[in-house]
Structure formats: structure tokens, C-alpha cells
């Protein structure tokens, strides 16, 4: 979501420069526009005001009036294209910001997400770390020893269930001999499972 983002905010960028070169454009074919309007209007009064007498001026003047009539129908032809591009790209940027600001919100309500899931899981292992801590007070020091050391080899767990015969940590059934074994075993004596060496719980629902 975030590279869909960056690729939003590059074209948000390019409509935005298009649509400031074209105001600049627009600017400039607007200042030609009124300049040559200006000068069409002082030959038009020129004309007008009968200063002018012989004939080839008249005719020099009425030529450049009708050439400037002509360069200012060009140039506002230019100012309209200008702004009918200026227009597209205004449509672009104004599109794309409102994409941006979807999916801006979007990756801010997972981040919120994020973060309030970050929080609960901290309050977990706060919470699970202190009940461990009181657990573990209240194991003998050579079995705790025991227990770390085991949960270090086996992938962070250091003892399993006994269910229905079962090893919750290896997923192996006990054989008959040693389920006669954890039977016959007293009931706070320490027992491991033959496979996989981890500390076996028994519980009622060890099938014994």
C-alpha cells in the first residue's frame, strides 16, 4: 500500500507541475493577447483621428490592423488550448489528492491498528511474564534449570502435555511400556518423554 502511495503522490506531483507551467503559459499568451490588442487599438484611433492622409500609409495601417486582428485571433486560440490544458490537469491533481488522502487514511487506520495490537501484545507478555516469574519462584532451581535448558534445544518448548497417551510436544504416542511407566510414576516425580526429551505434563486428560 505504501509503494501504491508513493506511485500516487509522483503523478499528484506531475499534474501539479503541468498545471503550474500551464498557469505560467496561460499568463504569458494572455500578456501577448493585450498587448497586441493595445496596439491594434492605438492604429485603429489613428486611423480614426484622420492624421493619416496619404493613401499608401492609410493602406500600410489598414494592413497592420487586419494582421493584428489576425495574430490576436491566433494567440486567443492559444490562451484557450492553454486553459483547456490547464483545466485537464487541474482535474488530474485534484483527483489524485483525493486518491492519496484514501488510501494516506487507509494505511493510518492500520497503523492504528498496528500499534493498538503492539500495545495489547506488550500488556500480554508484561502480564504472562509476571505470572511466569511467580511460577517460577515456586519451581526447585534444578528442574527451572532443567526446563530452560530444554526449551532452549526444543524451539522454546521445554515441556508438553501428556493427552490421550500423547506427547503435545512431539505428537508421538506413548507405547505400552512407558505408559506403565508414567503410571507407576509417583505423582511429583519428573518425567520426560522418551522421544523428544521434553518434561511431560500429566493431566486427567492423559488417557492413564
Not at 486553459?83 to 488510501?103: G, I
Not at 521445554?158 to 512407558?178: F, S
Request: aromatic share 2%; with cysteine; hydrophobic share 40%.
Amino acid at each position: 500500500m505504501n509503494k501504491d502511495l508513493a506511485q500516487l503522490r509522483d503523478l499528484l506531483v506531475a499534474a501539479q507541475t503541468e498545471e503550474s507551467d500551464c498557469a505560467r503559459e496561460q499568463t504569458k499568451a494572455e500578456q501577448d493577447v493585450d498587448q497586441v490588442r493595445q496596439r491594434a487599438a492605438r492604429d485603429q484611433q489613428r486611423l480614426d483621428s484622420g492624421a493619416v492622409t496619404s493613401p499608401k500609409d492609410l493602406e500600410n495601417l489598414q494592413h497592420e490592423i487586419a494582421s493584428l486582428a489576425k495574430r490576436q485571433s491566433d494567440l486567443e486560440d492559444v490562451v484557450l488550448e492553454v486553459m483547456e490544458r490547464r483545466e485537464s490537469a487541474q482535474a488530474r491533481a485534484a483527483e489524485l489528492t483525493e486518491r492519496v488522502a484514501a488510501v494516506q487514511a487507509k494505511i493510518d487506520d492500520a497503523a492504528g491498528r498496528r500499534d493498538a495490537a503492539y500495545e495489547q501484545l506488550d500488556a500480554e507478555t508484561a502480564s504472562v511474564t509476571k505470572e511466569r516469574e511467580v511460577i517460577a519462584g515456586s519451581v526447585p532451581a534444578d528442574l527451572l534449570k532443567l526446563y530452560e535448558k530444554l526449551r532452549e534445544q526444543q524451539g522454546g518448548v521445554g515441556a508438553a502435555k501428556l493427552y490421550q497417551r500423547r506427547c503435545d510436544g512431539c505428537r508421538l504416542e506413548l507405547n505400552i511400556t512407558e505408559v506403565n511407566e508414567v503410571r507407576a510414576a509417583a505423582p511429583d516425580a519428573v518425567l520426560r518423554c522418551e522421544n523428544c526429551r521434553r518434561i511431560l505434563v500429566r493431566t486427567a486428560d492423559s488417557g492413564l
